[in-house]
């Protein structure tokens, strides 16, 4: 996917919304060499508030890919290196975090407004991507080889030709979702959550998250507590329904709340917020030539961080089809796997976070007494512990399940490992990391972002790496093909690769096949697998061409 076929792209992909899911979406859509012009409907950024604010390890490595704004995300962010659990006076449990030698940590804390700056600063380096403020999308018209977008603006209606859409309009895309025809079925939690950040000389809490059940001054209900950079802490209250940002602040109660916390230390409020959680996804994550992204398809607790991060996971793999299919080199039916993966992954993180919904917020009475028995028993018996739900954090999806996914049975997967742990290399999982020699630079440089420039075969190191490539070349495939041992010193045992084996690395550095002895004939068939061959077209019904707000 390097060298564009420009008779095939006519018009610029068109990513609708510019907050940080949007942004990743046309940088790498810029990564794969296709112009792309974001609109979004305010007027300028508008960066108030941390917002989301835990960023997991395969997100920065995502974001690695864009001029390295993953590693500066990480230098800038801070990880906390224990969490600890209370219920009412009792610790229940402190988990510590170690530094396992990984590239990045296992993720940490930045502000949204942060983040977006640095991916502001690699757009307005990036010569591929326009982002256009102030425009409001009002009608989509699809036609057989394009997108008109019609927008309002200041200056009067103006129409976007696209390609294709990416629609990363966040958690308030309900018009979006509306012009097309998508049904977001779920639900809505009653009770309120309220978000303060303050910045505080806190000794002692600079790297703990600290979790509360039913403190004396919270009771009935939890507080979440996060440490992020230049000492500003972001406090998370359970509240009541009916409570009154308005009112807490007039009476002192908003003052008496914080201190109740913190204690008697001079801080400082710099952000807050009263928001409801929603457990909710879309029927369709495609429709024609628009994809839905991030929270447009799905929205979920932020209990785990599985909003921002699950987004950036979209729009990776939404990039990454859209430029094989604008390339020529796939079909569109490739498209529809996007639906596939990243619908099944929404599911996962909603049955994630709606257990753990169900403990901090149970609705019925079994589900309260559950929750109070739990805690209750927490306090001497370590087996309850493992019990209590407070959040699973954010981890990838494993595409073990796809149509672009060439099973082995000497690999099956296991399923979901314990909570921080990764599955062993099988076909859907993510590749190993490991740091590699580039063979076109020799330059050093990580697997990952060497996978992450095209399809990318690695071979075992009984396997005649030179031979294979020379055969998929007369088969009419041209991929690099690496010989694990080439790459890097104890390449295969460090990847896990057998001597016989040969590995089919997909744009997004998952495994689309682990393959034993195979001809050039079976890697080319998981090749062309992994370009969306097997995928079965999603039913839907007709819908009208265009569609008015």
Known sequence: MTTTDRNRID???VVIGNGPVGQTAALLLAHWGLSTIVLDQRPERDPVGS???AQQRDILDIWDTLDGAGRQIAQEGLTWSRARTFYREHELFCTEYTDDGSVFPPFVNLSQTRTEQVLDERIAGQPLVEARWGHRVTDLIQHQDHVELLCETADGNVTVRAAYVLACVGARGHGLRELLGVEFGGRTFGDQFLICDIQADLPGWERERRFYFDPEWNPGRQV???PCPDSTYRIDWQVPEEFDMAAEESDGRLDR???AVIGDHAYRIVWKSVYRFHSRVADRFRVGRVLLVGDAAHLVSPFGGRGLNSGVQDAENAAWKVAAVLHGMAGEGLLDSYHHERHAAALENLAITGATMEFLVPQTPTEQA?????LERAVAEPAARAQVDSGRLAEPFWYVDSPLTTTDPARSFAGRPPKGSVPAP??????PDIPVTDPATARSTRLRLLARRRFTVVTGDKVNAAALHRELLDLGRAVPVHRSADLAEGGAARLGIKPDEVWVIRPDAHLAAT???????????ALTRGLGAAVTALAQPPRPTSFRA
């Open 224 to 226: 979440l507590i996060h």
């Open 426 to 431: 099988g076909p859907g999982v993510l590749v």
């Open 515 to 525: 393959l034993t002895g195979p001809t050039a004939v079976e890697v080319n068939a």
């Open 11 to 13: 018009a610029p992909v």
């Open 257 to 259: 709340r914080i201190r």
């Open 370 to 374: 559950r929750r109070l028995d739990v």
């Open 51 to 53: 917002k989301a604010i």
